[in-house]
């Protein structure tokens, strides 16, 4: 049996390489630094003067390239092997001066100083230059001579070919980079024309990537996948360059006449692409290139492309061969004759055309192995390397081709965005697998939780893991915070929110403020394809944090997305956004903001919609489970341990859950272990859960806030709905036995029996495995939100909805507390479950609710006292111990007192108590309760006539001051104060008197 606590997270965690992430990882070899030796007189000419660097500069700039090397120059030998030993170089360029002898020492001595730096001469003109470049031939040291006639784009290309040099063999095996084979011995003919391909193929790809590309990193990134450029001279090194990247070579550009086995071979070029064509598996597009119009119909006869090297149009010819036969272009679908049927300008419309042209098209490019090189011109890396390795005759028919194709596509598509945050499009609104980013800015703390939730789904296999079930994600969308900025900007909000406006007021300007063009026209189109309903929820900056989770502070709206009309719906979306803007500056908060020491101008919303999990049940949306877990138990019983964790789970959405209502608790390592009797049980069950209301389309979210389209209903109307058959047990009176299941009338007890006694489906392993690898990956406790799906869905399984993860501050546990040294009769508190840590020593306050005059039905009353109270404290600036009985935070007045975290925000210890006909079920799971923890508050919990814990009231009236006196709230006074000891390691506190 797998033990899920302890599966390592990166052992399983195989974390895909997307396009993103090799376009990172290529071209690792970039010339940064450039040594230039030349004489005073050229080192002044063309450094010195500045003309030189402002060219390279704007050659670069020209080209979108990001950033331009630097150049630092010397004069003579002595001076270069001196800097080439202090400083680091990528390259060398040594210009060839009237003393040519000189120049070719000096090279010889700086590689027998640096052996594997670059080397590369420059002649200043074309005096001589066949004389020099057969001595060049002669020092191994010089890796080729350039000629510079007054135009730097020469010293672009002379660095592009060095890093080319450098990077082809590591990126075409990391990335399926393609090769470009220029074969050219004229100097001054590959030194004119060598910046002129590398202009054509670098503006190419730079109208492809702004074209598809999502982000400005992502273009950079993927320009580093463009086609690279390897020259060489003769024949036998061009055989090299095919057999060594046969898989990899986009195309073959030859000269006629080089030298082949030590001779000018007048025949060198034609035999060199028939030589091609014979060793690739599939065809490419060769270039032939001559100074002899002649030699036209010489490449003509072999299939290849011709170009006259004298012609006038020389830069434009060669744009048109790379656009039109590398794929740098539309991809013009044609018959078998050539003739053009279709034009695809995109990927989209690539696809379509795809699976309308005739079959004979199909035969007809895919001979050509053009569909692959399209793709790789486009960086669509993935896609390439699976089209490449196969050919026509790998397919009996036509039509197998065309569904392998468009197989390949889709699922490419699909793989590419899984995991990844990408751009708005109407066509990816419904899917699950990515995040959907509707503006720019930061995703927020929530948002990023999701991103990350998305990311692990993605990169685990848990199919393999947890075999019965699916775990997915909520199809999710995110409205970055720079549109909150926009927001407030645009509608001039800024001097009213933060000046003395009231929360009220400020509701009421969000309200009557316009979201910008841009964002209403996105969620026009998402709602076009989006008919679920929706949860709009907040993302905070510091929402979720690993510090100051800031958990239920801000507002969340469902609504049901159910309008006949387009438009009111898309009026509903809007106005729920702008209340959850203006839910930073409701009075909790504010609370919030003052008690962590944040100013409230530093925050910013980003803002999560997200699709609600459930269905339509008689016009009431709902999930069949929703829950909270957390990795760390502040309240093991019997034999658990902290570290085993626990889970909260409901039938209905997780409100009910997170708002610390009546639900179903246990340990997902030991689901089966039940604490309590059944009278218990039946006390203690679920009764009401809440839905999602689809019988109206009109919903008030300016009156009834976050209820505007809840229902609250009793238990018994998801039995109608027949939902409850996994989730409840049936009580029968005769034998005095809770039986699983609802096959029997009697009253029904929500405690997932099926589920977790009988493993209806793996969610007790489900939920302990996500708990283990979350915490693991973020370094710290986590508390999870979810939402189960027990309908078949995807593998015909149910699924395991991910809704939110954040970190779960978890208590120091420094301070040690040895009880035999405390003095019983000082003390007025003994807890030994609760949570918090150290000594404190500067309360005088507690502030509690009078037993004598407790009233279950007057919870709301109690709360109001409360608030007041609070005020006033935080008007003085002291903190209190607060004290009550059930749970304090809870959203249900029944099971105790139902104030907001802004209603005790300057209690430091909160002590819950155990009643007569109240019990103690402490608020664990709840957003509340979320909110004690990162503030490092005391919580204690005291039960009901409980042999070793209690709390003195009775004391505590005996040596205080009661300063006021509420129907229902204490306020007691101790001018000595008292002393308040936590122990985090054994979660034992204690209260007593000072001397």
């Known amino acids: 049996m797998t033990d899920f606590q302890k599966i390592p997270l990166t052992s399983i965690y195989k974390r895909q390489k997307s396009d993103r992430d090799i376009f990172q990882e290529l071209m690792p070899t970039k010339v940064k630094e450039i040594l230039v030796v030349a004489t005073v007189y050229d080192a002044y000419s063309i450094v010195r003067e500045g003309q030189f660097s402002d060219k390279i500069f704007g050659e670069y700039l020209q080209l979108n390239l990001y950033a331009s090397p630097r150049f630092s120059s010397v004069n003579s030998q002595e001076d270069a092997l001196n800097i080439i030993h202090k400083k680091h170089f990528d390259m060398v360029i040594i210009m060839a001066g009237v003393d040519k002898k000189s120049s070719l020492e000096i090279a010889e001595n700086i590689h027998f100083a640096k052996s594997r730096l670059p080397i590369l001469m420059l002649a200043n003109n074309n005096h001589g230059l066949e004389d020099l470049q057969r001595e060049v031939a002669k020092v191994p040291a010089i890796n080729r001579l350039f000629v510079w006639n007054g135009n730097s ?114 025949d060198a070029g034609v035999e060199l692409l028939k030589e091609a064509r014979k060793k690739l598996k599939y065809s490419i597009p ?51 004759n ?7 300008t995109d990927l989209d419309e690539f696809q379509e055309l795809l699976e309308k042209v005739p079959s004979e098209s199909l035969i007809h490019h895919a001979k050509l192995n053009a569909f692959s090189s399209w793709m790789m011109a486009r960086g669509e890396i993935n896609i390439a390397e699976q089209l490449l390795p196969y050919n026509i005759e790998d397919f009996p028919t036509p039509e197998e081709l065309r569904a392998f194709c468009t197989e390949v596509f889709e699922e490419a598509k699909q793989k590419k965005h899984r995991g990844q945050i990408i751009n708005f499009s109407p066509k990816l609104c419904t899917g699950n697998r990515y995040i959907l980013r509707m503006g720019r800015g930061s995703l927020g703390g929530k948002g ?41 900007e645009m509608n001039n909000l800024y001097d009213d929110i933060y000046q ?55 507002s969340t709206y469902l609504i049901p997305n159910n309008h006949t009309n387009i438009t009111e719906r898309l009026e509903q979306l809007c106005k729920a956004i702008k209340l959850v803007y203006a839910s930073i500056f409701t009075e909790t908060a504010g609370s919030y903001f003052h008690a962590v020491n ?57 409100m009910h859950v997170v708002g610390g209502n009546k639900a179903f608790r246990f340990c997902p390592a030991y689901p089966r272990l039940i604490n309590g009797s059944v009278q218990d049980q039946m006390r203690d069950s679920q009764k009401f859960f809440s839905a999602i209301d689809l019988s109206k389309t009109e919903i008030d979210l300016e009156e009834k806030d976050e209820d505007a389209a809840i229902l609250h209903l009793r238990i018994n109307e998801a039995d109608k709905d027949n939902n409850l058959q996994q989730c409840a047990s049936t009580y029968n009176h005769v034998n005095d036995m809770v039986e699983p299941g609802t096959f029997t009338k009697g009253p029904r007890i929500i405690n997932f029996a099926n589920i977790l006694q009988y493993d209806s489906i793996p969610l007790a392993n489900t939920i302990q495995l996500l708990l283990n690898l979350f915490e693991q990956a973020m370094g710290s406790p986590v508390e999870m939100e979810f939402a189960v799906d027990l309908e078949k869905g995807e593998h015909n399984k149910p699924t ?6 954040k970190p779960l501050i978890q208590q120091e546990k420094t301070y040690h507390i040895d009880l035999d040294d405390i003095d019983e009769e000082k003390l007025i508190m003994k807890a030994k479950k609760g949570m918090g840590n150290g000594k404190l020593e500067h309360i005088q306050d507690i502030i509690y609710i009078d037993p004598e005059h407790f009233d279950k039905l007057s919870t709301k009353e109690m709360a109001a006292e409360i608030r007041e109270i609070n005020r006033q404290m935080v008007e003085q600036n002291r903190e209190y111990i607060l004290i009550g009985p059930g749970r304090w935070g809870t959203r249900d007045p029944h099971t105790g007192i139902p104030v907001l975290w802004a209603d005790i925000s300057n209690a430091k210890v909160i002590i819950e108590v155990g009643l007569p006909n109240f019990p103690l079920d402490a608020s664990l799971g709840s957003h509340f309760f979320h909110n004690v923890t990162s503030m490092n508050v005391g919580y204690f919990s005291i039960p009901f006539q409980s042999k070793d814990t209690y ?42 008197i000072k001397e």
């Open 338 to 344: 050539g003739k053009k049927i279709g034009i695809a």
């Open 800 to 805: 395991f909805y991910i809704l939110q993860i």
């Open 598 to 654: 944040y100013k409230i101008e530093e925050e910013k919303m980003a803002v999560v919609i997200q699709e609600v999990v459930g269905h339509n049940y008689n016009n009431k949306f709902y999930p069949n489970i929703s829950g909270v877990a957390q990795s760390y138990n502040y309240y093991p019983f019997s034999y658990m341990k902290p570290e085993d964790g626990f889970a909260v789970i409901a039938v209905g959405l997780g």
């Open 448 to 488: 990023r939780g999701l991103a990350f939730i998305s990311n692990m789904i993605e990169n685990i296999d848990f199919k393999h893991l947890i075999k019965g079930i699916n775990i997915r994600q909520p199809a999710t969308s995110v409205i970055g915070a720079v549109e909150f900025d926009r927001f407030i």
């Open 153 to 266: 784009n020469v010293f672009v290309a002379m660095i592009k070919y060095v890093e080319d040099m450098k990077n082809a063999a590591r990126d075409t095996k990391l990335g399926n980079v393609r090769i470009i084979l220029l074969v050219e011995d004229s100097v001054r003919y590959y030194s004119r024309y060598l910046p002129v391909l590398y202009t054509a193929i670098m503006t190419q790809t730079q109208n492809l990537v702004s074209e598809e590309s999502s982000d400005e990193l992502h273009m950079i990134l993927k320009m580093r996948a463009r086609p690279k450029v390897l020259l060489v001279s003769t024949y036998e090194a061009a055989t090299r360059i095919i057999d060594r990247y046969s898989e990899n070579l986009l195309c073959v550009i030859s000269d006629v006449k080089f030298s082949r086995k030590g001779i000018d071979d007048e």
């Open 500 to 554: 003395d406006s009231s929360p009220e007021e400020i509701r009421k300007l969000f309200l009557q403020a316009e979201l910008s063009v841009v964002l209403k026209d996105r969620l026009y189109n998402y709602l076009k394809e989006m008919k679920n309903p929706l949860a709009i929820r907040s993302s905070g900056l510091f929402e979720d944090s690993l510090l100051q989770p800031f958990s239920g502070v801000y």
């Open 951 to 992: 709390i003195d009231l009775d004391r505590v009236k005996q040596i205080s001051k009661i300063t006021s006196h509420g129907k229902f709230t204490r306020h007691a006074y101790l001018e000595k104060g008292i002393t308040i000891l936590m122990d985090g390691s054994k979660q034992t506190s204690v209260i007593h």
């Open 286 to 336: 060769t270039l032939l290139q001559s100074h002899d119009p002649s030699n036209r119909e010489r490449a003509q006869s072999i299939g290849a492309n011709f170009i006259d090297k004298n012609s006038e149009k020389l830069s434009l010819e060669i744009m048109k061969f790379i656009n039109d036969k590398l794929g740098f272009g539309d991809f013009i679908f044609r018959d078998s």
